[in-house]
């Protein structure tokens, strides 16, 4: 139940649906006072959520900073969260990965460097009542591989849906291997606060990594403050969906 209630809310916190609905809301009421009111309020929504240089510096604040490796060290295995591949995507002789690629990436990156010495994938599939191929973590499992990490330095976990399913059934795993004792958890960089604090909820210490950045540096234009952009109810919508996200698993005990 509270895996398809995040998916209804996900839907309801969409700046977009906000903006149409006001809009249709002042066509309702056209005959009143409240219609130049709407369409004021349609209009101020309208410039905030088209403006890059606002929503990048509320990502910017939101983000986890990046982690230089040389602040990294070595540990015994990365955790990379799932979440970046459709696998409802046909045909299923490929992998289809979206923005988050970074997440795959990275982890690569530290394996190669020495700075992990095993992966764990955790995820399943986000997807409501659609029977998939594979899991996000097979499909992920199948990009290592092609990319020459060898299958006994890759362990799997294949039934989380969210976030909190990650951090409890990652511990569930790694109780089944006692040589694992320190952890890097790799994800997206607005969703490593929210996994962090899972985390650690279950007992589990890692060394945050985030990857895959919504946010740029910022720059000292005219350009950067006064130019629309159509990207940005987008960035909005993901960043006000994590806000959001994180006060629920507060509420919920999920976050520490």
């Known amino acids: 139940m509270f895996f398809v209630l ?22 309702v009421l056209r005959r009143t006072k409240w219609c130049l009111r709407l369409l004021a309020l349609t209009t101020v929504l309208a410039l905030i959520f088209t403006n890059s240089a606002l929503v990048n510096e509320a990502l910017l604040a939101w983000e986890v900073p990046p982690k230089p490796l040389s602040e990294l060290g070595h ?41 992990i010495r095993k992966i764990i994938i955790s995820g399943g599939s986000g997807a409501i009542n659609t029977k998939v191929a594979r899991s996000e973590a097979e499909e992920l499992r199948i990009l290592l591989r092609l990319a020459g990490v060898p299958a006994q330095d890759i362990l799997l976990e294949t039934k989380s849906r969210n976030t909190h399913e990650n951090a409890l059934n990652t511990k569930s ?16 960089a607005f969703h490593e606060r929210r996994a962090m604090g899972c985390f650690r909820q279950v007992g589990l210490e890692p060394v945050v990594f985030p990857a895959s950045y919504y946010s740029t540096d910022r720059r000292p234009t005219l350009t950067y403050w006064l130019i629309p952009n159509d990207d940005a109810p987008r960035l909005w919508s993901i960043l006000v969906h994590e806000m959001v996200g994180y006060g629920v698993y507060k509420l919920l005990g999920y976050v520490k």
């Open 173 to 188: 795993l790694l109780a089944q291997h006692p040589e694992i004792k320190s952890l890097v958890l790799i994800t997206s």
């Open 6 to 27: 995040s998916k209804i809310l996900d839907f309801l916190l969409s700046p977009m649906l906000w903006f149409v609905g006001l809009l249709l809301l002042a066509l």
């Open 75 to 115: 540990r015994d295995a990365g955790v990379l969260l799932t979440g970046i591949t459709s696998v409802t995507k046909s045909p299923h002789d490929r992998v289809y990965v979206n923005q988050g690629a970074d997440r795959l990436l990275h982890t690569l990156w530290l394996y190669r460097a020495k700075r």
